[in-house]
């Protein structure tokens, strides 16, 4: 992360019935890795090696990675939301967060439901 190796704290493992052993990078909300720089330099790297020997077998159609972008200390549902990367591939992504305020009375009628 921004050209520092991660340590194994800065990952949270989790069991998916589909996926097998799942791991939740930065989920500490009271210690977030933040960037405001675009570019692979300034952000999240990452380079996996995948053991055919830790495949999920029957519980996955296929090898390779499940990718799930989610806020910290929410509970990822890869079976629903993200994007698989095939094995023995090189995978670039950007990613940009958008925060959307629903305006209450006297704007509109939504209100905050959190």
Request: negative net charge.
């Amino acid at each position: 992360y921004r050209g520092i190796p991660c340590r194994l704290s800065n990952f949270t493992k989790f069991q998916s019935p589909s996926y097998g052993n799942c791991y939740t990078f930065n989920n500490d909300a009271t210690a977030q890795l933040q960037t405001s720089q675009p570019g692979s330099s300034f952000g999240f790297s990452l380079d996996v090696f995948l053991d055919p020997d830790q495949e999920v077998g029957l519980l996955s159609a296929g090898a390779g990675l499940r990718v799930s972008l989610h806020q910290p200390n929410v509970k990822p549902f890869p079976e629903e939301d993200g994007f698989s990367i095939a094995p023995g591939s090189a995978t670039s992504v950007g990613v940009r967060q958008v925060q959307l305020d629903r305006l209450g009375k006297p704007y509109s009628d939504c209100t905050n439901m959190t």
